[in-house]
């Protein structure tokens, strides 16, 4: 969003954020959509088994189940001699008499008609079995290729400035500084960086507290920093969507693409090379795609967190589902059909699962622009910093722009006068 950015978020980071993005949707509908069961075990002696057990469902197929594997359970709709069978306050009669497994089978599947006392949301689900899948995948692929994606990128940019290094202003400075940013420019970016800031490190200390945090300094002394995460986190969130749509609002004019884009891109930024700097406007290639990151990812983000600060009362992905289904998009996947139809506390998991996938990328995209508008780039800080850049600077990194910040002396002037440099 700043000055700072360049090639480094631009063709790269654009190219990695677009697969972060796909691997993000892809493991968001992995997590509940249907997939075709896996062969099950040996019926002739699954049903052997089942005889000799009094027609019970046998260890095996309890065990197959919770695989994934394919399991015949409508015997248990006819399980026992139901109406045969003593009355069910006969002290001896068979369990078939007895038996309440429909009842437990409707209340599993959120499909029992029952009356609680309870006024929340949701109250009348008792039971529901997606979580376990929720939480082995927040734990298991999650943590893992997030984290790992942030190390790596921080990897990277090291690397790049032990090869690169710092990416300097090439002419002689001029002496005089020009506006690139006014105090709302500014206020905007600002708002939208601190407050982001703040909701990763608390969101970070959340996820990951249970794992790394916990066994550093124990249950009791981590119980009052989650709940400090949690109250910044749910109360930020709100300056961070109000800075969202004011970066749209005062930028997204300046950040449609267009042909300049292409060359730009085509060199690299300049990046690479001393002394090449292809032509910008006042955004160039890399820093429209921070810009429409931020944007889509800040809207996506946004809406999940919407749902998780009001749980039960913003379901999104059913209807997300119906939508994408009608594309046949997860069908051509592999998919096949998502689910249009979910128990709330399905939807909350995948709202969940989805704020933390964003995040992730957002995170990672957000890391390499910070490098570039602090230590990767001479004089990339001030334009977010005083608002002012050093002419030399603006006429190689900008050049279209600042040709069009000239008076009629050949003085740049920006929209704040020609200032000499401090």
Avoid at 404 to 414: K, N
Wanted: aromatic share 12%; proline share 5%; with cysteine.
């Amino acid at each position: 969003m700043s000055d700072s950015t360049s090639g480094t978020t631009g063709g790269g980071s654009g190219f990695g954020f677009f697969v972060l993005l796909m691997l993000a949707f892809l493991a968001a509908t992995a997590i509940f959509a249907p997939r075709a069961p896996a062969p099950g075990p040996d019926i002739e002696a699954i049903a052997a088994a089942r005889e000799a057990n009094g027609g019970a469902m046998t260890r095996e197929e309890i065990m197959a189940r919770q695989e994934g594997m394919a399991v015949d359970t409508d015997f248990r709709r006819n399980f026992g001699d139901t109406e045969g069978g003593a009355a069910i306050n006969a002290q001896l009669g068979t369990l078939g008499g007895a038996s309440d497994a429909e009842m437990f089978r409707a209340l599993r599947f959120n499909e029992a008609d029952i009356t609680v006392s309870s006024r929340a949301p949701a109250s009348e689900v008792l039971i529901q079995d997606t979580g376990m899948a929720w939480l082995q995948f927040r734990e298991g692929p999650l943590a893992t290729w997030g984290g790992g994606a942030m190390l790596g990128m921080i990897g990277l940019l090291v690397l790049f400035y032990l090869f690169r290094g710092k990416i300097m202003i090439d002419g002689e400075k001029t002496g005089h500084t020009i506006l690139r940013f006014a105090g709302i420019e500014r206020f905007a970016h600002w708002l939208l960086a601190v407050s982001f800031i703040l909701l990763g490190v608390t969101g970070l200390v959340s996820f990951f507290g249970r794992s790394l945090i916990i066994p550093l300094i124990g249950h009791e002394a981590f119980a009052p920093v989650a709940m400090f995460c949690k109250f910044v986190h749910n109360y930020v969130a709100w300056p961070f969507m109000l800075a969202v749509a004011m970066v749209f609002v005062l930028w997204v004019w300046h950040n449609i693409p267009n042909t300049t884009d292409l060359k730009w891109a085509a060199q690299g930024g300049g990046i690479f090379k001393k002394g090449v700097h292809p032509p910008a406007k006042k955004f160039n290639a890399g820093q429209k795609v921070i810009f429409w990151s931020v944007v889509l990812l800040g809207v996506s983000i946004s809406l999940s967190g919407l749902s998780l600060l009001f749980p039960f009362e913003l379901p999104m992905f059913a209807k997300t589902f119906v939508v994408l289904n009608q594309t046949g998009l997860p069908e051509a996947l592999g998919f096949g059909v998502l689910p249009e139809v979910m128990p709330p506390h399905q939807e909350m998991q995948l709202a969940q699962a989805w704020h933390a996938i964003v995040a992730f990328v957002f995170m990672v995209i957000v890391i390499a622009h910070i490098y570039i508008g602090s230590v990767g780039m001479e004089g990339a800080f001030d334009a977010m910093g005083s608002g002012h850049v050093e002419a030399q600077w603006a006429k190689e990194h900008h050049s279209i722009w600042y040709e069009e910040q000239q008076d009629p002396l050949d003085h740049p002037v920006g929209k704040g006068g020609r200032t000499p440099a401090e």
